[in-house]
């Protein structure tokens, strides 16, 4: 079993950097930069959609493993803190979150620093000669580049009327827009989607914007070129020679979703189709879930035209509700193990290495509690060396058969009591 660099962000995917040899890459701190916000329950959303809600469900002493459980439910909108955008968002009949290629979501990084200019005019929009001066700088926009424009307004994040530029209760009022930050220009993004090949275009700011029409989406989404919103650090980002992992949350039919985004120093991150595999399963309201919790929900909020001034355009957004432990996680030390490691305490360039299978098929085969032994670590060690350092271990049980059978997936009939 080869070892091939694994990104556990928040969704999780195989994929072959290309510097590496697609080996044994596990970064250190300093070659990760976070571009992702926290999200907590004061975290700003757009006018008039549901904020991020966070709710204990458990956090003490427990009866089994080491002796403690923390679990929560979360609830939000599908559109808050740093978040990817899937083109079926601004365009009909284009890719949903679960449609988006997973190699797509890797590329080198093209930064663009309006930031002095938006000091000036805070409606500042990226334009066709910002793009035009980045090239001219430092080359042609290499194919299946992700766009980071940098605005400095990830600045006003803590304080929502700043952050969206205004203080109105509704996205909308007679058709048209009260925000106003800085966005893309309908000439850029249109632009990139004729001239490019770029798989993605973020910002931090909450919207691709114009904020005065929201139309420079439409332009992207319909080449199926996906947006994200909300980055934070960008200023710790060189013009080029970075590389980008921009993983969401997989969810189906999801418009929109919570995504990790990394950028990585010395690695070069633009796979194939075939250098990449997807190890989540889609998220929708039928997901298995632990014996006793409440269902993943996707709602939705709206789906159709939208006229935003004088424009018709089509819109689709959502929003969930579920257990922090749905579909394919990760756990936090925090989970089980007392004053540990929350979510957003683990170091970024700790989500990264290189990835190990341990097969144990045949045995779970006849014995649906089987476990991983030492003997069995110590067998695939003699067949395939040392554990790499740093390497995240996967244990094969070919149990992903019965995902879809709550009763054979968890062992049970009992939907009421795990205990």
């Known amino acids: 079993m080869h070892h091939h660099l694994f990104l556990m962000l928040a969704t999780a995917c195989l994929a072959r950097a290309d510097d590496h040899g697609g080996v044994t890459w596990s970064p250190k701190a300093n ?7 926290h999200l907590h329950p004061d975290t700003p959303v757009f006018p008039g959609a ?8 458990r956090r003490g002493p427990w009866v089994y493993g080491a002796g403690w459980l923390e679990d929560n439910d979360i609830c939000g909108s599908d559109l808050m803190g740093t978040s990817l ?5 601004w365009a009909q009949n284009r890719w949903y979150i679960n449609e988006i290629p997973p190699h797509r979501f890797f590329g080198p990084v093209v930064k663009v620093d309006v930031s002095m200019k938006v ?15 980045w090239e001219s700088q430092h080359g042609r926009i290499p194919d299946n580049a992700i766009i980071l424009v940098q605005t400095g307004w990830s600045k006003h994040y803590g304080n929502k009327t700043a952050y969206f530029g205004t203080d109105a209760a509704s996205f909308l009022i007679n058709g048209e827009p009260t925000t106003n930050h800085p966005g893309i220009s309908d000439e850029a993004a249109m632009w990139l989607a004729e001239n490019t090949t770029v798989y993605g275009v973020g910002i931090d700011s909450p919207g691709i914007g114009p904020s005065s029409s929201y139309t420079a989406s439409t332009s992207l989404h319909k080449r ?13 980002v060189p013009a080029k020679g970075y590389s980008l992992a921009a993983l969401p949350m997989n969810v189906e039919n999801g418009t929109a979703s919570l995504v990790r985004l990394l950028a990585f ?8 189709p075939e250098d990449t595999v997807d190890l989540t399963y889609a998220l929708n309201n039928d997901t298995v879930m632990w014996v006793g919790r409440e269902p993943f929900q996707l709602f939705s909020v709206y789906k159709g035209p939208l006229i935003i001034g004088n424009n018709n355009l089509w819109f689709e957004k959502n929003a969930f509700c579920g257990p922090e432990h749905m579909g394919t996680h990760l756990d936090a030390p925090a989970h089980f193990i007392k004053d540990s490691w929350r979510i957003h305490q683990i170091p970024p360039h700790g989500l990264i290495g290189p990835a190990v299978r341990i097969d144990i098929d045949q ?13 069995e670590i110590k067998a695939w060690e003699r067949e395939n060396g040392r554990i790499p350092e740093n390497a995240i271990v996967f244990l094969y049980t070919g149990w992903g058969e019965y995902v879809n059978n709550y009763t054979a997936y968890l062992g049970t009939d009992n939907h009421e009591n795990f205990h």
Do not use: C, W
């Open 31 to 37: 070659e990760v930069i976070d571009l992702t916000h």
């Open 50 to 57: 549901q904020g991020f809600n966070y709710t204990r469900i």
């Open 85 to 89: 955008l899937a083109p079926a968002r």
């Open 119 to 133: 000091e000036n005019n805070s409606n500042y929009n990226l334009m066709l000669s910002d793009l035009k001066s």
């Open 224 to 236: 199926n070129i996906y947006t994200i919103v909300g980055a934070v650090n960008l200023h710790k």
């Open 265 to 272: 120093r010395t690695a070069k991150l633009s796979p194939k």
């Open 363 to 375: 045995k779970a085969v006849n014995d649906p509690d089987a476990v991983l032994t030492v003997e």
